[in-house]
């Protein structure tokens, strides 16, 4: 009889390991995605965020993806929301988006992407080197070398005299950007003036004066200017000044050039650390931000043939 129940308890024992093993094997992650707003760039990095999870994880991952309509107090409440439900991680694309996704749990994993300067946007020291956020945080960063973007605006326009950066207050990764190039093109000897707006509803006018005064303007990445790049290509190319942009998509519709990552493959990178959190226990606190590998000189063909400008030989057009 004794032997009868040590046969049943060992059985017992191995079944309930199976499903335990069974359960891990079969569960199914829920993530939310919360973009800042549509535009391409932000696009083409959700969509390789997307792809490499459901590529890694096939049907044992839900993901939903929501768009705040470039409005920060409408991704807080999608945040919430997730939060709510009770995701197992959240990613956050573009800086409002990230800020509202970290404010709103300390608990839930959260991966930023297209985010520009992690220590500007959490106000981490200037200094900070650590490249981990120490909190429930992490992700990839969208920063091109802005010394490198500086010279290639001097590269095309070495006459000009009076440079404008046109940006949104609003976003400080991009007032991180400014700070960072105003000195360096100063350095070419530019007269520099700074041009802010405060929201979409500002930028045609703000562009307008821009352009008015300008031989030339910078636009860093900035998420309001991308989503209103037709309204200052409307302003800035009948006047006949030319924009050198922070990244493809915004180049795109405004710019003549530009220095630029693959955002699609910047999610991918994202999706590949979400994997590394969901499957693998990793802690985002301790996962150091990364940076696109290569950048890529680009450039608007339709605008460059407008203002009569020549390209280089090694820039590639913007499909």
Request: glycine letters at 8%.
């Amino acid at each position: 009889m004794k032997k009868l129940l040590a046969l049943l308890c060992a059985l017992a024992l191995v079944f309930a390991l199976c499903a335990c093993g069974s359960s891990g094997s079969n569960k199914v992650y829920n993530v939310g995605v919360c973009q800042l707003v549509q535009h391409p760039a932000l696009d083409q990095a959700t969509n390789g965020f997307v792809d490499t999870l459901k590529d890694k994880l096939g049907d044992k991952v839900n993901i939903t993806v929501q768009n705040g309509a470039g409005d920060q107090p409408s991704c807080a409440t999608i945040a919430s929301q997730f939060v709510s439900d009770g995701v197992d991680l959240i990613m956050a694309n573009a800086t409002p988006a990230l800020i509202a996704s970290a404010s709103a749990t300390d608990k839930i994993p959260v991966l930023g992407t297209s985010i520009t300067a992690y220590a500007a946007a959490f106000e981490l020291e200037e200094n900070w080197e650590d490249r981990s956020t120490q909190k429930n945080v992490s992700g990839t960063s969208d920063l091109a070398p802005l010394d490198e973007q500086a010279a290639m605006l001097n590269a095309f326009f070495p006459d000009a005299k009076n440079v404008g950066i046109l940006f949104c207050s609003a976003e400080p990764n991009s007032r991180f950007q400014v700070e960072t190039i105003k000195p360096l093109l100063e350095g070419f000897g530019y007269t520099v003036t700074t041009y802010e707006f405060a929201d979409s509803n500002e930028v045609a006018p703000v562009a307008t004066t821009a352009c008015g005064e300008c031989d030339a303007l910078y636009i860093p990445t900035d998420n309001t200017a991308a989503s209103c790049a037709e309204a200052i290509n409307n302003v800035a190319l009948p006047a006949g000044v030319p924009i050198i942009a922070g990244e493809e998509g915004l180049c795109g519709g405004c710019g003549v050039a530009t220095l630029s990552i693959d955002y699609y493959a910047l999610g991918q990178i994202t999706g590949e650390m979400a994997y590394e959190i969901l499957v693998n226990g990793a802690d985002p606190a301790s996962m150091e931000i990364r940076y696109s590998p290569t950048f890529t000189k680009k450039y608007n063909a339709d605008v460059c043939s407008a203002l009569g400008i020549e390209v280089p030989e090694d820039y590639v057009a913007i499909g």
